[in-house]
């Protein structure tokens, strides 16, 4: 019992830890990659090429003053960026880095809680996901951040219609809901030297899925909950310091967590970059280690194309975002599950 | 395990009280959900009584059931919102116009 | 009985009472929301793993996401009602509730020895839906068919509105 214990706290501290503690990175990769795009320099005052601009940015968000205004209501008020972290974190429980590994004649499995609905968990904790802003944008009680908030709610309930199409299409596709077999499958190449991944099975699903985790996390061509030339700043208006940074951070983790489906689904998961067997040879431990490695780099690609995408792509109109939702991805999701069912059912019959 | 028998009876009956005492349409509806679950409840637990999946599968009729009742109690509320100005039941006496 | 079983029913009964008792009705959409995912959490404990995931899904992530959205859009602490109820209505609502409570009770207190704990011997999604379209495929398109009608209902309710004709 004491050793379960052990395990799984050893196990949630670097889940945990590893997502939050990569956020500093990330934002270094944001501000310095849009002064890129942009032709301009960036942060890069702090440290060499400004990779101490993130830890200033803790400092001053640690040390300002919390300004908590008079009208909030103040029990949700303080509670609200608390749901948001939380619900971020919960889904990474499910997501492996790495396949089953034997360790002291044990085999442990790297996720936290291990389940064969893994996929079908994680998003049915991810649906709680709004409740953190919608609390904030009621609890702030102004006008800009209720805005804010249902329009933020709304969006990411539509988006959830087209993102389970694309999911259930791959459920269809792998037989499948445990993440440890979906990776199983995807494992291999074609011909000798296309990998065998989801992507390009399911490339439409790919890109529903997508768009998706664009509008679910809230960034940028779908940041409308935020929208500053309409909504000053939407939902966290009345938040100042490490309230603020708090949905900061929770932003960041739903999109750590949802690029993290998506690899799993369409590109992987943690199964071998190509080139990377013939790093590993016959030791177990550096195969562990590859498929960690492999996870990371995927990671890394996700958030830049992130990062890519916002700086490139303008905000949406809300009509237009959810006219894309509703009329354009919903039924293409719905013709590509018929179509993949189909498919999936002549296979096996 | 006999505990959750006594809750589900318990959830029915709030929900039976809520759903009589409270005076606007909302919490009615709110009221009501809590007694489907409580009723959900029970079918869980008699199928862990009985070894069928069956009564598990009624939960998942509920379900359907319940999120359809919610979404057209809501917008149907909604629409009286916007005709009448109010929610409470006890304002709401007229049937037609 | 474990702790987690007391602890669970516990959360459920607080969550509960703050549904019905609490005074702003945001609050008592949010104990709601609670109270589901304390149930999905039983469900998981009673060895459904599948129904406790459906529930928080459904119930938690959108069920009750509808309330506390509609409550947010009509603030009823702007416009409270203060008619008072009259005593003899409140008597009888409770003494309703309370007697069906202890028929309840009653009967199961009568009947709780002779229930038996099966083990279950395959819950799993996949033995789930092996029933569910062999056995129940009339039901669950019946389900798929009300599910329909509510989506065109919701748009019909909603769309009906005279006063500002909405662009087609």
Redesign the interface.
Known sequence: MLELILETLIKAAIIVGLPLGSIPIILVVERRGAGFMQKRLGPNRVGPFGLMQPLADVFKFLFKEEVEPSHVRPFFYTIAPLIALVVAVMPLAVIPVAAPFDFNGKTIFPEVFHTDLGIFFAFAVSALGSYGILVAGWASNNKFSMLGALRACAQMVSYELSLTTAIVAMIFLYGSNDIHSIVAEQTGYWFGFLPKWGFFVQPVAAVLFLVGIFAESNRLPFDLAEGESELVAGYHIEYSSIKFAIFFMAEYVHMLVLSGLFIILFFGGYSLLPGMELLVGDSALMLTIMQVLSFIIKISLMVWFFVWVRWTLPRFRYDQLMMLGWERLLPLGIFNLIITVLVVHFRNH | ???????S??????????T?????L??I???L??ML?GV??LF??F?????F??A??Q???I??????E???G??????L??KK????T??LKIISE | MMFVDVLLTVLTVAFALLTVFSKKTVISAFALLMTLVCIGGIYYQLGSVFLSAIQVLVNAGAVAILFVFVMMLIDLEKYPNNTERSKIKLIITVLTSLVSLGVLALIINNNIDTITVVNLSDSSMKALFDRLFTQYYIPFELATVLLLAAVVAVVVIANNNKQHPGKE
Not at chain 2, 1 to 7: A, D, K, P, T
Not at chain 2, 9 to 18: Q, T
Not at chain 2, 63 to 68: E, N, R
């Open positions: 395990m006999s505990i959750y028998y006594y809750l009876a318990f959830l029915f009956c709030l929900g039976l009280l809520g009589i005492y409270k005076k606007d909302i919490s509806l709110l009221c959900e809590l679950g959900a409840l869980v637990l199928s862990r009584a009985t070894g999946l069956d598990q599968l939960v998942f009729f379900m359907i059931i319940s999120a359809c919610v979404a057209i809501l917008s149907m509320i909604i629409s919102y916007r100005n109010t929610v409470y006890d304002e």
